[in-house]
């Protein structure tokens, strides 16, 4: 699926986040998540750009420094730069385009009822979702293939839905949204501590 635009909003009638997903075939996927699917899906996508998208897949190491090694304290601070540098790149601006050819998903929004993230090599997020219900019976479902500066742009809209939410599903210091890290216990002044490097 090739995402031409997202919109990410609260529904207060509806107590959901709605998410359309437009593409550059003009097909539109729009999606229900539930307070009980981000209780689940908001710490765990938090969790995997920490650990897979912090450090770009093309990051080479000055030989000083071993990439793999890099603590959780500094990956938070990485992602949370990259994320700070793909929403000042984001348009957040242009309005999201309604009209579309098709909804091959159908006109009523999938109830996601589970998401499965998979990190790619080539920096990408594989996503996942599916709607699996009894009654009425459904098991439909779609497949997005994001870059990280997409992913990053996702997360900060579904940040957005949620404050809009006020489910608070969790504290925003452990997030990748937060912009205060605390690395006091990373940090070593002694003339023998190994000198420090930086990713750009």
Known sequence: MDIRQLSVSYQLDQDRILVRVNTSVNEEVR?????????????????????????????????YVDLN????????????????????????????QGEVAARPLGETPLLVTEVNLTPKTNGQLQMNFKELLREPASNRGFQMDMPADLVFGVIQLLHQALQQSQWQLASPASTVVATVVDVTDEVDLSPDATRPAYLN
């Open 31 to 63: 999606m229900w998540l539930t307070r009980h699917m981000m209780l689940r899906l908001w710490p765990m996508i938090n969790r995997v750009v920490i650990d897979h998208l912090a450090i770009p897949a093309d990051a080479k190491t000055d030989g």
């Open 69 to 96: 090694a890099i603590g959780p304290g500094t990956r938070k601070m990485l992602a949370d730069m990259r994320r700070q540098e793909a929403v000042e790149k984001a348009d957040f601006s242009t309005p999201y």
